[in-house]
C-alpha cells in the first residue's frame, strides 16, 4: 500500500498476557491406593508492529514509529489437592508431570523491502517481558509407596527489533532501533513417599531455555541527527528438584 499521511505510528499495545493450566490429585484405599495430576500449556504467543515489505510509506516530514510490547505469564501446576496424599495399606502411588512448552515474541520492524520516504524521526523499538513457571508436587504412603514427579519448561523467547535489508532512509531527525528483553524461567519438582516395606521417590526438574534479543540494521541509513541501535537483555532461570523416602518398619508387637 502507499501511504500518504503526516508520520506513522505503527503500536501493538502493552497487553498482559497470562496463561494457566492447573491439575490436582488425590486418592486413597484399604488395598491400593493410586492419584495421579497431569497440567500443559502449549502457548505460541506473538505481538508485532511492522511496516511490511509492500509498505511504502511518505511520512510528509512527520515522525514514524514502530513499537512492540509483549508481557506474558505461564504456569503450569500438577500438584495433590490440599492435605491430599496417595495411601493404600498394600501400595500407594502417587505421580505429578507439568510441562510448560512456550514461544513468545515481541518483533517491531521495517521489514525487508519495505519503502520509508521523507521521515523526520525514526523510532523501532520491541519491549519482551516473559515468565514461565512449572510445578510438580506429589505425595505417597503405603506398604510399598512410589512417588514420581517431574516437571519439564521449554521456553524459546525472543525480542527483536529491526530495519531490513531495502532502500536507503533518508531522516531529518534522530533513528533509534532498540530491543530490550527480561526473562525468567522456574521449574520446581518435589516428591515424598512414605512406605512400610519399600519407598522410591523420584523428582526431576528440567530447563530448556532459549533467548534471543537483537536490533539490526539491514540497509544504509542517512539521519540528520544520531543514530542508536541498542539491544539488552536480562534473564534469571532455576531448576529445582527434591525426593524424600521414609521407611517404616513393620512393628513386631502392637503397642
Known amino acids: 500500500r502507499d501511504y500518504k499521511v503526516t508520520g506513522v505510528q505503527t503500536c501493538a499495545l502493552p497487553i498482559s498476557n497470562l496463561f494457566t493450566s492447573t491439575a490436582t490429585s488425590g486418592a486413597g484405599a484399604s488395598d491400593v491406593g493410586v492419584a495421579g495430576a ?63 512448552v512456550v514461544s513468545n515474541e515481541s518483533r517491531a520492524q521495517l521489514a525487508n523491502g519495505a519503502r520509508l520516504r521523507n521521515a523526520a524521526a525514526l523510532d523501532v523499538k520491541a519491549e519482551g517481558d516473559y515468565s514461565a513457571r512449572t510445578e510438580a508436587e506429589a505425595g505417597a504412603e503405603g506398604g510399598i509407596a512410589a512417588t514420581p514427579v517431574a516437571a519439564v519448561t521449554v521456553a524459546d523467547n525472543k525480542t527483536l527489533a529491526g530495519i531490513g535489508s531495502g532502500e536507503a532512509v533518508h531522516t531529518s531527525g534522530a533513528v533509534s532501533v532498540e530491543a530490550r528483553h527480561a526473562s525468567t524461567t522456574e521449574t520446581v519438582a518435589k516428591g515424598s513417599a512414605t512406605g512400610e516395606k519399600a519407598a522410591i521417590g523420584i523428582g526431576v526438574a528440567v530447563n530448556v531455555v532459549a533467548e534471543t534479543v537483537s536490533a539490526s540494521v539491514g540497509r544504509d541509513l542517512h539521519a540528520g541527527s544520531t543514530i542508536r541501535v541498542a539491544a539488552e537483555s536480562r534473564h534469571s532461570s532455576s531448576a529445582d528438584a527434591t525426593a524424600s523416602e521414609t521407611w517404616l518398619l513393620q512393628r513386631l508387637h502392637d503397642e
Open 38 to 100: 497431569l497440567a500443559i500449556n502449549v502457548i505460541d504467543n506473538l505481538t508485532t508492529a511492522t511496516i511490511s515489505a509492500a509498505g511504502d510509506v511518505d511520512a510528509k516530514n512527520g515522525n514514524v514509529a514502530m513499537d512492540a510490547e509483549n508481557r506474558s505469564t505461564s504456569n503450569a501446576s500438577a500438584t495433590p489437592a490440599e492435605d491430599a496424599t496417595a495411601s493404600g495399606d498394600t501400595v500407594g502411588v502417587g505421580a505429578s508431570v507439568a510441562v510448560n
